[in-house]
């Protein structure tokens, strides 16, 4: 588990790169800065890990592209003490950013060797989500709704229901939709019944599968 000068000075390059790509919210740069992605991988995929790309982790899942992450999180729009609800765990990178941000994190993963390996990883690097799940993200998590956001990090073929009703007044949804290719959606709660809608483009993610495995 080491994090050296060599890592730090791609680090830093990789940030370039996002910054370039459009982010520009300087917290979510300095999360990105901040956090060994590296440590986040397997080890034959070490060399990659500070290109802006999704790679491989356990049980056919990847880790999200950096510039995904940063762009997901900065349309959540954190402040310190948010309650968040992540929906796919995997790798633990975007838990890790959102922690980095301050935000209470919530976060659910289908799948238990990935729920398992994560749940030990996270601590060890001193990121502590307020509680991992292993479950069914298409529920949420309705014990601890409301929450001040939600952020989705795999393709969802619609918008599950219990999502947009543990949001907040105010709250803010973040989910790509659709099936090949998903489109960056953000619901925004407006009332109980009341919800804004806004798209942010293509992305491409892994599905959000039913039930756990
Ligand atoms: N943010 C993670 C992304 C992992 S890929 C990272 O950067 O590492 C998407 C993750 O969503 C996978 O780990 C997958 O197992 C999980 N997933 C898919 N469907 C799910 C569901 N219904 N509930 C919870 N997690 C789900």
Avoid: W
């Amino acid at each position: 588990m080491k994090d050296t000068f060599k890592h730090k000075g791609l680090r830093q390059q990789l940030v370039n790169i996002i910054e370039a790509k459009g982010i520009k919210d300087p917290k979510v740069l300095k999360a990105i800065g901040k956090i060994p992605r590296h440590l986040f991988m397997d080890s034959s995929f070490l060399d990659h890990a500070y290109q802006d790309k999704a790679f491989p982790i356990a049980a056919d899942q990847t880790i999200s592209q950096p510039y995904t992450v940063a762009f997901q999180t900065e349309l959540l729009q954190i402040t310190p003490g948010d309650k968040i609800l992540e929906i796919g765990t995997g790798s633990g990178y975007q838990t890790a950013v959102l922690c980095e941000l301050g935000a209470k994190v919530y976060s659910i993963e289908r799948q238990n060797e990935l729920f398992k390996k994560t749940s030990k990883f996270l601590p060890k690097l001193g990121y502590r989500a307020k509680k991992l799940v292993f479950g069914d993200g298409y529920l949420g998590l309705e014990e601890e709704a409301p929450f001040d956001g939600i952020i989705v990090s795999a393709g969802a073929p619609y918008v599950p229901k219990p999502l947009l009703s543990q949001l907040k007044i105010g709250g803010r949804l973040v989910i790509p939709v659709g099936d090949d290719i998903q489109v960056m959606t953000m619901f925004t709660r407006k009332g109980p019944k009341e919800y804004e809608q806004e798209e942010f483009g293509e992305f491409r993610f892994v599905p959000l599968l039913g039930d756990k495995n």
